[in-house]
């Protein structure tokens, strides 16, 4: 790829991507555009201005843009609808980011006329799978440049060593930093590496950053009201709010009360077993709440249907294939069942847990209380007519039954 000529990196200004960019300038001698997203990581994305400045990038070749409601809006609250869930524990947090950052990257390089997209995703991991199918679903002949696949430089160490070799500033944190390797958005952080690649070993308290433990959580446990509209959270204790300003109320309500920890084994899909534990506080909260919504909205079948596809659904956004036509195609069925989606859930949030305590909902609920009930129903129900229905569903059963008698 001898001929490319501008290349937009995936850049967040740490060391990884800091050596990547000066990287790309020696061995390709190109010129870099950086992008920086902000998805809500919690941490100053301006910084990554400077450092792009120092590394000798032109400030008309540095993109940095506020992308945190869009990323709600368009990718988390979809995913939700669908009850999204991961190997039955994983919210996804990492893998639903990817599709945005790509999309706006491919973007990019159609304005600045770029030839090539590069990131800092390893050799190992899932993301290089997520970027890359994603640059290709959007611009097909797109050149992709994944330094962890074609240099030598493998190790902590030796990216420091490049660092100061070629005067990379590369600003300690306060106290020494984390040793993990961690991924932070709207949606979650994530931890992997070094203590936790014993499988057998507990966490250290110390490194959960988002949430205090169940155990110093409040004594006393707090309501919260959520109300929802075609499915999508619209307003929290009755006050409308944006995507962005729900996730991050339901974050601070769930870092609160020691909501959303997570500690898992997971399949990825290059192939091996990955430990990792993820902090998703208001994606556990949001999660509770809307299958609770569905409960009384959805007719029996469409709920159930949703839930057999949603495995599916969840692959392919953890496998990378948010693009793929599959997956387009499963998001308007969901979206068309959220259509009665509508009214609202209270919860009740208290040590860990998430407990739904109601739900209404005035103008779609399939709830009929007259059938429902106990007590004398006024006909409602002919009880009668259970016994019929009984006796057809049993039908093959009673027909195996006098096979196998014949049978002595």
């Known amino acids: 790829m001898s001929d490319i000529k501008k290349v937009v990196l995936a850049y967040s200004g740490g060391l990884d991507t800091s050596v990547i960019l000066k990287w790309l300038q020696d061995v390709y001698q190109c010129e870099v555009v950086t992008f920086t997203a902000d998805i809500g990581q919690g941490e100053e994305v301006e910084p990554a201005r400077q450092k792009a400045v120092s590394l000798g990038i032109k400030p008309e070749n540095i993109f940095i843009e506020d992308l945190r409601e869009e990323f709600v809006r368009d990718y988390v609250f979809p995913m939700f609808r669908a009850n999204t869930v991961y190997e039955g524990e994983y919210l996804l947090g990492t893998s639903i980011a990817r599709p945005l950052i790509s999309r706006r990257q491919i973007e990019i390089a159609n304005q600045v006329g770029a030839d090539a997209v590069s990131h800092g995703a390893t050799g190992k991991g899932n993301d290089q799978v997520r970027f890359e199918l994603g640059y290709y679903a959007l611009k097909p002949d797109v050149k992709v440049i994944a330094p962890w696949r074609e240099w030598d430089l493998l190790s902590r160490e030796k990216l420091l060593a490049y660092a100061e070799t070629h005067g990379i500033d590369i600003s300690k944190k306060k106290n020494g930093g984390s040793p993990y390797s961690m991924d932070a958005n709207l949606l979650h952080i994530s931890y992997e590496g070094t203590s936790l690649e014993d499988p057998a070993r507990e966490p250290d308290e110390d490194m959960w950053l988002w949430s205090v433990s169940p155990e110093s959580a409040p004594d006393q446990a707090e309501y919260v009201e959520l109300e929802y509209r075609n499915g999508d959270i619209v307003a929290i204790n009755g006050v409308a709010l944006s995507p962005a300003a729900v996730l991050t109320e339901l974050n601070r309500l769930g870092n609160k009360h020691g909501i959303g920890r997570l500690d898992i084994v997971e399949n990825r899909y290059v192939g091996m077993k990955s430990r990792g534990c993820y902090e998703t506080p208001g994606g556990t909260i949001m999660l509770k709440a809307h299958r609770a919504i569905e409960s009384i909205t959805l ?46 859930v209270r919860l009740k949030l208290y040590k860990g847990n998430v407990v739904v305590v109601g739900r209404e909902s005035k103008t779609d609920s399939l709830f009929d209380p007259n059938i ?14 259970a016994a019929g229905f009984i006796r057809l569903n049993a039908l093959r059963m009673r027909i195996a039954a006098n096979a196998r008698n014949k049978r002595g």
């Open 299 to 344: 007719d029996r079948e469409v709920a159930h249907l949703k839930d057999e596809l949603m495995p599916k659904y969840a692959q392919l956004i953890y496998t990378g294939y948010w693009w793929s036509p599959e997956r387009q195609m499963l998001q308007q069925l969901i979206d068309a069942s959220q259509a009665t989606v509508n009214g609202w």
């Open 372 to 385: 429902a009930t106990f007590d004398e129903d006024g006909g409602a129900y002919n009880h009668a007519d």
